[in-house]
């Protein structure tokens, strides 16, 4: 069973653009769905972490909305770093999914259980990919993500008591 959920931003979160205003702030879109199912994945009991080699305030401000669990920005090496979460919660690298778009989440994919990537994510990720999502990063691919696993989790109906 997953118990970790490792997401990328650039490309995963968002649609891997990063707009500039007048001034040389940084801004990018998050999708709502996303969120939405974040926050019912760690209602469920679950953990989310987001390891990203940026770093943004956005990010930093758009994870603890959600209640993510981790937030690690500027990472060089994503293995290790899911490396030192995965002992602190003591689980397996089978009880954890990632998803990514790019070469720099590769290493996440060799060690995680399960693995899923954008409709729009670099093709040789999506050759190392056990799950081609049919929605696009930054358009509801973390969504789709969370409602696969809670499906064969066999928790859909526990999923939708969340909402009444």
Do not use: C
Request: proline share 1%.
């Amino acid at each position: 069973m997953i118990k970790l959920i490792v997401v990328d931003v650039d490309g995963t979160l968002t649609d891997g653009k990063i707009y500039y205003d007048e001034h040389g702030n940084q801004m990018r879109g998050f999708n709502v769905h996303d969120g939405l199912m974040m926050v019912a994945w760690k209602k469920l009991g679950g953990k989310i972490a987001i390891i990203t080699g940026k770093v943004s305030s956005q990010v930093e401000r758009r994870g603890k909305e959600l209640g993510v669990d981790f937030i690690r920005q500027g990472v060089k090496n994503k293995a290790v770093v899911l490396e030192d979460i995965v002992d602190s919660m003591e689980i397996s690298y089978k009880e954890v999914a990632v998803i990514g778009d790019d070469f720099n989440d590769l290493p996440l994919f060799r060690l995680a259980g399960r693995t899923f990537a954008p409709a729009n994510a670099n093709h040789h990720i999506l050759h190392h990919a056990h799950y081609r999502l049919k929605r696009e990063g930054g358009s509801g691919a973390v969504a789709e993500m969370i409602e696969i696993l809670i499906k064969e989790q066999r928790r859909w109906g526990e999923f939708l008591n969340l909402w009444r």
